[in-house]
């Protein structure tokens, strides 16, 4: 079998997606996901210009050598754009495997570890008392494990806190809106938060938390002791990721789990954390740190030093990432959780697939590959759209992370 054709897609059915296509000699297609918000079309265009080319007339079967000749053969390292790219072309080489040899993806990476793949969910509202009632909803949709955030009295917006009852922060269409921050009054704000949620809702549910790359690690050490009360899954992205040695200074000082990695894309950005013993879960995705062929590597080293995975899930990776995350995160040991925000309808009905929620777990599904599809024709009457991540300043007008 060989590679005969290979093309990307962009559409923008409630938010943009760019989605590769590699069809075989012998009428065999598998997907694969691309999207990097806010940057879709670096990644379109690394692939339609720099990555097709190479890959026609391969074997598709050579997934391990395909990566290999797209990581090391290009010379440049890393990155979102590049890695997104690889994994792109990786992801739908799987699918294809899993299709010519009729069997779910999962099989191929080492059959089910476990009956499903607990997943969290994402609770928020305006102030605590609208959060626990929406953690209530949630707990009733039969989820077990749930990510809780607030707005801060004081501030206007913030992260995890979609304004107008969106179920989840937009990318938004136009140039980046911007809103302000502070680190006081939100580090004052969410141990009041999680007591109230812990008293309301009892010790069974597993909660989460994302700080969102904002603290510096001494703040983040001061946040993850006072939560040590509550028992947190996780606190996500304390400090910016890329930090590595700082995530030193607050294992020193908190039992609260530490989970980061959503922002990176490779080994060489999560190794040290991972040595270390400086996090408790890598959130590195399917689709930004270079699909299958990497991200089982990561894993099985994390493995060796007791951290777990909890693949970032969230609405702007499509449903090809999910699928994948879904095989992924069922055939792995050291599997942790995985995050699960549902698509909107018009995303699931371009991307019709086969994985399912039912009582606080998903399944991939025993389709044949990945069990996704892009509905090409109805993909069509949703055309790209530029759209940007916001922006964030402190109150006094500096730029801070996001
Ligand atoms: C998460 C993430 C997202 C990111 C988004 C950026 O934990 O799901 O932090 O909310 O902000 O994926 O594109
Ligand atoms: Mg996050």
Wanted: proline letters at 6%; aromatic letters at 10%; a negative charge.
């Amino acid at each position: 079998m060989k590679i005969a054709k290979a093309s990307v897609n962009i559409c923008s059915p409630g938010r943009n997606f760019v989605t590769l296509k590699i069809e075989t000699d012998e009428g065999i297609y598998g997907l694969g996901d691309g999207t990097l918000n806010g940057r879709e079309l670096a990644v379109a265009s690394y692939l339609s210009e720099h990555v097709i080319p190479c890959i026609l007339h391969r074997d598709p079967f050579q997934t391990e050598d395909i990566w290999q000749y797209l990581y090391r053969g290009a010379y440049w390292r890393r990155g979102p754009v590049t890695m997104s790219a690889i994994a792109a072309v990786d992801m739908a080489l799987w699918d294809i495997k899993g299709k010519a040899l009729s069997t779910p993806v999962y099989n191929l990476l080492g059959g089910r570890s476990r009956d499903g793949v607990l997943v969290y969910a994402h609770a928020h509202g305006a102030g605590i008392d609208e959060a626990c009632d929406d953690v209530a909803r949630h707990l009733a949709m039969g989820y077990k494990a749930i990510r809780v955030q607030s707005g801060i009295p004081g501030l206007d917006a913030t992260y995890g806190v979609p304004k107008g009852g969106q179920p989840y922060e937009p990318a938004e269409r136009g140039l980046p809106s911007e809103s302000r921050w502070s680190t006081e009054k939100y580090l004052n704000h969410v141990p009041k938060l999680f007591a109230r949620v812990r008293e309301q809702f009892g010790d069974d549910l597993h909660l989460l938390h994302d700080c969102h790359h904002r603290l510096s690690p001494i703040e983040a050490a001061r946040l993850g002791r006072e939560l040590e009360p509550f028992h947190l899954f996780w606190m996500e992205d304390p400090i910016s990721a890329e930090f590595q040695e700082g995530f030193r200074v607050i294992r020193e000082h908190t039992t609260t789990p530490i989970a980061t990695g959503e922002v990176l894309n490779s080994i060489w950005d999560v190794h040290e954390l991972i040595r270390n013993q400086w996090i408790d879960y890598t959130r590195l995705t399917l689709t930004h740190a270079g699909g299958f062929t990497a991200l089982k590597k990561i894993a099985d080293f994390a493995g060796l030093y007791h951290v777990r995975t909890g693949c970032h899930g969230p609405t702007d990776l499509s449903p090809v990432c999910m699928a994948a995350a879904l095989h992924f995160d069922l055939a792995i040991h050291n599997f942790g959780i995985q995050e699960h925000m549902p698509h909107g309808k018009e995303t699931d009905e371009v991307f019709p697939h086969s994985y399912r929620f039912e009582d606080g777990y998903m399944f991939p599904g025993d389709a044949p590959g990945l069990g996704v599809d892009l509905d090409e024709k109805l993909a069509a009457k949703f055309p790209y759209q530029r759209a940007y991540l916001p922006v964030l300043r402190k109150l006094d007008g500096t730029l801070w992370d996001w």
